[in-house]
């Protein structure tokens, strides 16, 4: 008896893991909101220099005749892109001649014209605050801004190597409540930061936690689960994501300050904290530890729950360690890494698969963490990506049966890239235009996310399968981190970063096609298996040629 089989006799789909997931998905939701929550506390309103004639009253006294804010404005601000006041940029000394009647916006020289000295005067119309306007990241700070974002995401490459190995040691209920606890208290204490640097290391330390709870809920909801109900549980677990979408939006939407929103978004993991210690440990990770006690009462517990009690109380510390010496005698040997960069039917699987996980990560990031640049109203495209996202990744998963794995992860990738490249002929007057094209694109990159998540479980054996996932989850990490600094290429032309995320993602999406279809094929379990499929495939596409060549005779 295996450990499939004992989960099986307590119940692998039943009322506990109704309440299980109930439990672990509420707070993705929330991890949702940390992923996109610099979309809106670090949103860049319409600002432009602080200058005496406009924000000092003593000196707007002492201006003989009768100007009005326009006109002072006109005097002392150039005009910058779309001719609306320079954000960089003011006038030494006013330019009384502007005023005159046949004098153009256009005479003066750069020469005429100084940094903003004094700060910045910011639009607060749309946010009462942003770290934007907090610690003045406009203009020669402007990097600062898509750094802070990118922290935060190697925060969440270095959570997923520290919390794999610590849940393999330490357990994963463990791991989770301490990760609530981390992401409650560097969240909170994130908003009440005065200092840049500390914001960012902090916002680090959420990211950190954050990785944890991901890894740690899809473990538990996996290894608590029949193989049965799993795939429906891991979509459960998926659409978490996309209500956090929807959930951000409306969050940020009622709240506009950045402090408080990150207050918000951080508080409720306090309250799953709490609660997580009603958790059950893993008993596979139990058993496979060898804590035979432990795993033994877990098991019986939910078996209770499942009200299976009878079941679980047949259940003994010689049935479990028979189990676990069952399933230990058909482990196979761990390959190493190497191997999937050194043997030829693994190589190219590799390198494409970790391209397409760099592209999803690149683009998805790049673009859900810049949604300024993709239409005005930001509160209803943060809800729409969440809202296509539902059908988008239900419809993914019908596709992936009847279109195949390899065209359907090459169409996810190329059609967000047509998308992204289709919004550069599109003039920013046309924001509906934009934003259809934006939500498209982002949408289609949930399929891409689904779509690389099954085919990278496919193309690998058994003994290199786990590893193969953990390089594309980093080549992933690595997209994400790379992806919000695009938008810097912007001063060299607003369509610069637009054409880098399209052609990633369309030439990404080409390159799959270079991948095997793993349709309706058994899981290979060894390097051999993988090298028998290759064989299978040369003699059928032999087959094929010969006789169409007969055909034609």
Not at 212 to 234: D, I
Request: aromatic share 10%; glycine share 8%.
């Amino acid at each position: 008896m295996a450990f499939p089989e004992l989960l099986d006799r307590v119940g692998g789909l039943g009322r506990f893991q109704v309440l299980q997931i109930v439990a672990l998905v509420t707070p993705i939701l929330w991890v949702t909101s940390q992923n996109m929550l610099e979309n809106f506390s670090a949103a860049v309103p319409r600002h432009r220099c602080w200058v005496p004639l406009l924000d000092n009253n003593t000196a707007q006294a002492s201006v003989s005749g009768d100007f009005g804010p326009s006109a002072l404005l006109t005097i002392s601000i150039p005009p910058g892109p779309a001719l609306q006041p320079h954000p960089c940029r003011r006038f030494r000394q006013p330019q009384w001649q502007l005023m005159e009647p046949n004098t153009t916006a256009t005479n003066w020289s750069d020469a005429d014209t100084e940094p903003c000295g004094d700060g910045w005067v910011y639009d607060h119309s749309t946010f009462t605050s942003t770290i934007v306007t907090t610690w003045d990241l406009v203009c020669d700070s402007q990097a600062l801004r898509p750094m802070a974002q990118s922290i935060y995401l190697a925060g969440i490459l270095v959570g997923a190597a520290v919390c794999g190995h610590a849940s393999d040691r330490f357990g994963r209920r463990r791991v989770l409540t301490w990760s609530y606890l981390q992401a409650a208290v560097s969240g909170t204490t994130a908003a009440f930061i005065p200092i840049f640097p500390l914001y960012c290391l902090f916002r680090f330390l959420v990211a950190f936690a954050v990785a944890g709870v991901m890894m740690n809920t899809a473990s538990l909801l996996t290894e608590w689960t029949s193989a049965q109900a799993r795939p429906l549980m891991m979509t459960l677990n998926a659409l978490g994501f996309s209500f956090g979408q929807v959930l951000t939006g409306s969050v940020a939407y009622g709240v506009r300050s950045w402090r408080m929103l990150q207050l918000a978004v951080s508080a409720p993991f306090f309250l799953y904290f709490i609660y997580s210690w009603w958790l059950p440990e893993s008993a596979r990770w139990l058993l496979t530890v060898g804590k035979l006690d432990q795993g033994l009462q877990e098991l019986q517990r939910v078996a209770a729950i499942n009200k299976k009690k009878a079941e679980g109380d047949t259940l003994t510390i010689e049935v479990l360690r028979s189990a676990m010496q069952e399933e230990a005698s058909g482990d196979q040997t761990r390959a190493r890494l190497g191997t999937l960069l050194h043997t030829p039917g693994l190589r190219l699987r590799t390198f494409i698969s970790m391209l397409c996980w760099f592209a999803f990560g690149f683009t998805f990031y790049g673009l859900a963490l810049n949604l300024q640049g993709l239409g005005s109203n930001i509160f209803l495209l943060q809800v729409l990506v969440g809202v296509v996202d539902f059908p988008v990744k239900i419809g993914s998963l019908l596709l992936l049966d009847r279109l195949g794995r390899r065209l359907c992860q090459a169409s996810s990738l190329v059609l967000p890239g047509l998308s992204i490249l289709a919004n550069i002929l599109v003039p920013h007057e046309m924001g509906v235009l934009r934003s259809s094209l934006a939500v498209l694109g982002l949408g289609s990159l949930g399929a891409a996310f689904t779509c690389a998540t099954i085919l990278s479980s496919e193309l690998f054996p058994t003994v290199l399968r786990m590893t193969a996932v953990g390089l594309g989850q980093v080549a992933a990490r690595g997209g994400a981190i790379l992806g919000p600094l695009v938008p810097l290429l912007g001063v060299y032309g607003p369509w610069l970063p637009l054409l880098v995320y399209g052609v990633v993602s369309v030439l990404s999406g080409l390159a799959a096609l270079l991948l095997p279809e793993t349709k309706n094929l058994p899981l290979p379990d060894t390097i051999q298996d993988i090298q028998k499929q290759s064989v299978k495939k040369v003699t059928h596409d032999r087959a094929g040629q010969s006789i169409l060549r007969s055909t034609w005779l």
